[in-house]
């Protein structure tokens, strides 16, 4: 199982994926905006996504466990 972790603090705009999606290596999973911005949360691998831990309009901190990959 792969973690998936937010780079930034943010707002979730939008879930790009839905549970049992396969996914490629740096494919968008979710949206975040930050600072003004909109900076996805890509995938660090190849896989099936297994769980998404967030909702859109959810707040995420630096290093929060957004996704599970499995692959």
Do not use: R, T
């Not at 949360?41 to 998404?52: D, L, R």
């Amino acid at each position: 199982m792969i973690e998936v972790k937010s780079d930034v603090s943010g707002l979730v705009l939008e879930i790009l994926v839905k549970k049992g999606d396969q996914v490629g290596k740096k494919q968008a999973l979710i949206m975040l905006e930050s600072v003004k911005m909109e900076i996805p949360v890509e995938s660090p691998e190849a896989g099936k996504v297994f769980e998404i831990k967030v909702k859109e309009e959810d707040l995420v901190e630096e290093g929060q466990i957004v996704a599970l990959l499995e692959v």
